[in-house]
């Protein structure tokens, strides 16, 4: 699952998904609730179909950017 996760974060990387995602959200001019509350409702989203640990270590790379 690590490797897994490793090989997914250097992917984002290296196509530029999370500097993608911090154009979007910063374009979306959502202050910090409605932020935490979008990404309330993807981690709710995301888990009806994953387990939490992964689902964390797969959105991780992404939300820290």
């Known amino acids: 699952l690590l490797v897994g996760v490793e090989i997914f974060a250097r992917m984002a ?3 530029g998904v999370g500097a993608a995602f911090a154009d979007f959200v ?3 001019e959502l202050g910090r609730v409605e932020f935490l509350l979008m ?3 993807v981690y709710l989203v ?3 179909f994953m387990e939490p640990p992964p689902m ?3 959105t991780m790379p ?3 950017l």
């Open 26 to 28: 910063s374009t979306m």
């Open 56 to 58: 964390l270590f797969v």
């Open 39 to 41: 990404m309330l409702l």
């Open 46 to 48: 995301l888990g009806t």
């Open 13 to 15: 990387s290296v196509t």
């Open 62 to 64: 992404v939300t820290v």
